[in-house]
């Protein structure tokens, strides 16, 4: 019992290896990156409020404002440069608060029991981030396990692949809908357009383009069938009016002469009123055929705004589809990475079990735009994002394996062979 207790005592110490105020203060120091949520509170604006994601670009997306660059700014920093833009005309001293929502993760891969992604803590180093993931592989490893862990780590990765094929082509059908286009060319997806998969995708984003398109068209369609008819009820109107007006203008005449007859005693008043009854009936004809013009003009109009209200509202929707789209393909181009190699782990471990020979480990981390490759101990700090690769050298495949495996089962080229120590270079991603 109390070996389990200095066990866990250790352990504690491992996984949490600094104190609450330490982690709060590198909270405030800590300098947002692209994968970072933060949350946003505007105090009194609950629209305003809420989780956003830093995007590729390192900004945020906010309602009213539009995107608000963060990157590279700590959480107060950041808290100013967004109250600073609700005060640009949107708000009266607006008070913001900024804080941490979800950091990126660590992903730890290579030999290791559980590889993986874990949250990242403030002060973790490679070697707490290994006992996350249940410390050093074994040094051996069950085949019938191996093959079943590779196998589900190909569907893994043949599900992010799918997924990213399918969001690469809806972002080019939702960014020809966003310009107005008639059509869309799909991207270039690298060989798979063969692909079952691929070609059932791709048929399915024509056809959505095809249909809303249909569906946009026969609504404002309809709509302006409907302008025609009332151009001719306007001009059916006006022509009244004109003539109207003119029998208005004969009977002021009339009017007129008749009350120089009244005037002179050769006519009679009631003669005279019934004229002037007359005038008034034909003036106040022609005050309700301009009525009705007004009227018609104003259906026009009113239609008017539909085609465009209808057609702000299909864009509107396109955009929001289109940034939920871009938002997706953002994570992908972190967890798809992370997948093939916990993939190729996988099948390392499918052709060999590992040996108890010296460890190679190598952070990869994004700096200014660029993955580079660091190499590492157990204790280097790590940072939110960074990619633990832990690799040992493996026993070398028997024939039959390689051939039951494949030669994409060879060992990849170790990371110093790549570099010299101490030193940093930029990898493709």
């Known amino acids: 019992m109390f070996r389990c207790i200095l066990q866990s005592i250790f352990l504690i110490a491992v996984l949490f290896p600094t104190i609450a105020s330490a982690g709060e203060a590198d909270s405030r120091a800590y300098r947002l990156a692209p994968g970072d949520r933060i949350t946003v509170t505007v105090f009194g604006q609950p629209d305003l409020s809420g989780d956003f994601l830093i995007d590729d670009a390192g900004t945020v997306s906010m309602p009213l404002i539009g995107p608000v660059e963060v990157k590279e700014l700590t959480t107060l920093e950041s808290q100013r440069r967004i109250g600073e833009r609700l005060a640009d005309g949107i708000l009266q001293a607006p008070s913001v608060s900024v804080r941490i929502a979800e950091l990126r993760p660590l992903y730890v891969l ?124 306007i001009d059916a109107d006006n022509g009244q009016s004109d003539a109207g007006k003119k029998q208005l203008e004969l009977i002021r005449q009339q009017v007129d002469r008749y009350g120089s007859l009244v005037a002179q005693g050769l006519g009679t008043k009631t003669n005279d009123f019934q004229f002037r009854v007359l005038e008034a009936n034909e003036e106040a004809n022609v005050w309700r055929l301009h009525a009705d013009v007004s009227r018609l003009q104003m ?117 110093e062979e790549a570099q010299a120590p101490g030193t940093s270079a930029p990898i493709s991603r």
Do not use: C, W
Not at 143 to 160: K, N
Not at 161 to 177: F, G, H, K, N, W
């Open 299 to 415: 259906q026009s109009a009113e239609l008017d705004f539909k085609i465009q209200e209808i057609d702000a509202a299909f864009k509107r929707q396109v955009a929001t589809e289109l940034q939920q789209t871009r938002d997706r393909l953002t994570e992908l181009e972190v967890a798809l990475p992370a997948a093939i190699r916990y993939r190729d782990v996988k099948l390392r471990y499918a052709g060999g079990a590992a040996q108890n020979g010296k460890r190679q480990i190598s952070i990869s981390r994004m700096e200014n735009g660029h993955t580079v490759v660091l190499n590492a101990t157990e204790t280097t700090p790590v940072e939110p994002g960074d990619v633990i690769n832990i690799e040992t050298d493996m026993l070398p495949l028997v024939p039959h394996d390689e051939a039951a495996v494949g030669p994409s089962a060879s060992r990849p080229r170790n990371t």
């Open 110 to 233: 290579g030999d290791v029991r559980l590889p993986g992604a874990y949250p990242f803590r403030y002060g973790s180093t490679v070697q707490s981030a290994v006992a996350l993931a249940g410390g050093f592989g074994p040094a051996e490893v069950l085949r019938s396990t191996a093959v079943a862990d590779f196998m589900a780590a190909e569907e893994r990765v043949r599900q992010l692949s799918l997924q990213q094929r399918t969001l690469l082509v809806r972002r080019a059908r939702l960014e020809a809908q966003r310009d107005g286009q008639d059509s869309f060319t799909p991207p270039d997806l690298a060989g798979s357009t063969d692909d079952k998969d691929t070609v059932e995708m791709v048929a399915n984003e024509k056809d959505v383009f095809s249909s809303q398109a249909t569906i946009l068209r026969d609504q404002i369609a309809t709509l302006r069938s409907q302008k025609p008819h009332l151009q001719e009820q």
